[in-house]
């Protein structure tokens, strides 16, 4: 099943990125913002954005785009900004982290596959509050831990879901609201009756923006001679 929404979390403040809200960062090379980008990716769905910090200047420069207002964005985590979301949003749809460069070639391959899916990657350096995915052979997600990762065959969730099934999505709306202070991520259920699968990112370009140093890691990658 096709999702037609998306939602992106982009409620919070970066302390280590000089306070900038991050789905306004610009890339180095394109200068597109973050939202630029998601935009394009996204073209032709409806998309929501959950704001917070610097949601004003977020409203002013995207006044096209529908929005939800976290105001209790510096006491909670981005679960709570989904549970938010996930009151008006109860169709299929994308749940990106605003702090994300990713292709639309992404979004449409995602897009021609079914299911409940969870973008994964089998990344070697995990920091502490990585997400992990314990999945079968046919990549069937039976649980997500936070935590050491437990076996080198989980995948580590790299911040884009796309849930297709209604009873999952009513199901983590509420987990969201009762865990804000949770990542969104790990207040997904896992249910035998809505299955999760996991989608490897491949080769497409996907580069999250938390520090100073993810930001100059891009720089270089893009301007190397």
């Known amino acids: 099943m096709k999702a037609d929404h998306a939602i992106i979390l982009a409620a919070g403040k970066s302390l280590q990125l000089d306070g900038k809200n991050k789905v306004l960062i610009r890339?180095?090379?394109?200068?597109?913002?973050?939202?630029?980008?998601?935009?394009?990716?996204?073209?032709?769905?409806?998309?929501?954005?959950?704001?917070?910090f610097g949601a004003l200047q977020i409203m002013e420069r995207y006044p096209q785009l529908?929005?939800?207002?976290?105001?209790?964005?510096?006491?909670?985590?981005?679960?709570m900004s989904l549970g938010l979301a996930l009151s008006h949003?109860?169709?299929?749809?994308?749940?990106?982290?605003?702090?994300?460069?990713?292709?639309?070639?992404?979004i449409a391959e995602m897009d021609n596959r079914s299911g409940n899916l969870?973008?994964?990657?089998?990344?070697?350096?995990?920091?502490?509050?990585?997400?992990?995915?314990e999945l079968d052979a046919q990549g069937k997600i039976s649980n997500i831990y936070g935590g050491p990762i437990r076996a080198s065959q989980h995948p580590e969730a790299i911040g884009l879901f796309k849930i297709t099934d209604r009873e999952l999505l009513k199901s983590w709306h509420k987990q969201c609201l009762r865990f804000g202070n949770l990542f969104a991520g790990q207040t997904l259920p896992c249910q035998e009756d809505s299955p999760l699968y996991a989608h490897d990112?491949?080769?497409?370009?996907?580069c999250e923006i938390n520090s100073i140093a993810d930001y100059w890691r891009l720089v270089q990658t893009e301007y190397q001679p």
Request: contains cysteine.
């Open 27 to 52: 890339h180095p090379q394109s200068q597109k913002t973050i939202l630029d980008r998601a935009i394009e990716a996204f073209a032709g769905k409806h998309i929501t954005v959950v704001v917070g």
């Open 66 to 79: 529908h929005y939800i207002i976290n105001e209790n964005w510096a006491n909670t985590n981005n679960a």
């Open 89 to 106: 949003v109860g169709e299929p749809t994308y749940v990106v982290s605003g702090d994300i460069f990713f292709s639309g070639a992404l």
């Open 118 to 133: 969870i973008l994964t990657e089998e990344r070697e350096n995990r920091m502490l509050t990585s997400l992990h995915c």
């Open 201 to 206: 990112l491949g080769t497409h370009p996907f």
